[in-house]
């Protein structure tokens, strides 16, 4: 009924700034995350659940649910209640290609988008004495040996897994992929010698590169990202791929407008913070804020491209 008077009263509609500022949540909120603890998504969800529980005024409590490259989660979070007490972290492109390739337990309409917070760029990453220095050596090897390099994603269908095989594609090689359920699991990988080339996206990689654990051939940002300007990208390489994954917050679908716009608040005021940017950079997480309406223009884009994607050249390993 609450749902219904929101969307079908002009008054209400009216109201809802007014509603947007006196909505507060009366509980603890439970905040989804479909990968690893430890990883990249992980990392940025726990950040911003910290800085977002002083402004609403109740703890957020960050519950795990990894598997099948996302999907485990975000099919919880299409059923949760819509009343602004279960929120997730959502991940492109995952989110948006899996009901593509598959048969999923949910769809895009399943959410409401609250906001972006993270924006970041592919990567690949190899350990500091691997031989391959650029991505023509990595591309050289692979022709010596067609599907014996070991290459590590976050999944099937996900921003790791389709830049490399956009890479596949235009150097005219075949690697062996090895998917995972976070990247703080493709790291450990890699690190452990269990496979030889990690695709991650720059800010989950850039701290060990840093510390002289990894190193990366090429990052897949249309230019080159401020911390990471010493990486050459793909394309200066003579590759065209440009990926990455955007990183931000969802609601179930029905979720009140108000609640949205609230929550929405909540993270800009987040983001604002330089207690929050500090964390941030300490983390290297490149940011990039989108409202509600925003975030979904750009979901329902990327579903486009990917749709048409699919259909020219399908991701199935």
């Not at 990202?225 to 200066?236: A, K, L, Y």
């Amino acid at each position: 009924m609450f749902r219904r008077s929101i969307l079908a009263a002009a008054p209400a509609l009216l109201a809802a700034p007014a509603l947007a500022q006196g909505w507060s949540p009366d509980r603890p909120i439970t905040m989804i995350v479909a990968f690893a603890p430890g990883g990249g998504t992980d990392v940025a969800a726990r950040t911003v659940a910290r800085f977002m529980e002083r402004d609403l005024g109740q703890s957020i409590l960050v519950l795990n649910r990894a598997g099948a490259g996302g999907e485990v989660g975000w099919s919880e979070l299409a059923r949760a209640r819509p009343d602004g007490l279960t929120i997730g972290f959502i991940n492109t492109p995952n989110l948006v290609t899996i009901p593509i390739e598959r048969q999923a337990r949910y769809r895009l309409e399943d959410f409401a988008p609250i906001a972006n917070v993270v924006d970041d760029p592919g990567g690949f990453w190899v350990l500091p004495d691997s031989p391959w220095r650029t991505l023509a050596d990595l591309a050289a090897a692979a022709r010596a040996a067609p599907g014996t390099i070991g290459y590590g994603t976050t999944g099937v269908g996900s921003d790791d897994h389709l830049a490399t095989l956009a890479f596949e594609r235009l150097s005219g090689v075949k690697l062996l992929h090895v998917p995972f359920n976070g990247s703080s699991q493709v790291r450990n990988a890699i690190l452990g010698k269990t496979i030889q080339l990690a695709a991650m996206n720059m800010g989950e990689g850039v701290g060990d590169f840093r510390n002289g654990l990894l190193r990366p051939l090429g990052q897949m940002a249309e230019t080159r990202w401020s911390n990471t300007s010493d990486v050459p990208t793909f394309r200066e390489q003579g590759f065209d791929v440009v990926d990455g994954s955007l990183r931000g917050l969802a609601a179930p679908a029905g979720t009140p407008p108000a609640v949205l716009e609230r929550l929405a608040n909540a993270v800009r005021k987040a983001m604002d913070d330089p207690d929050f940017k500090h964390a941030a950079t300490q983390q290297q997480l490149p940011l990039r804020f989108l409202d509600p309406d925003q975030h979904r223009t750009v979901l329902m884009a990327m579903r486009e491209s990917y749709t048409r994607m699919w259909q020219q050249h399908p991701w199935r390993d």
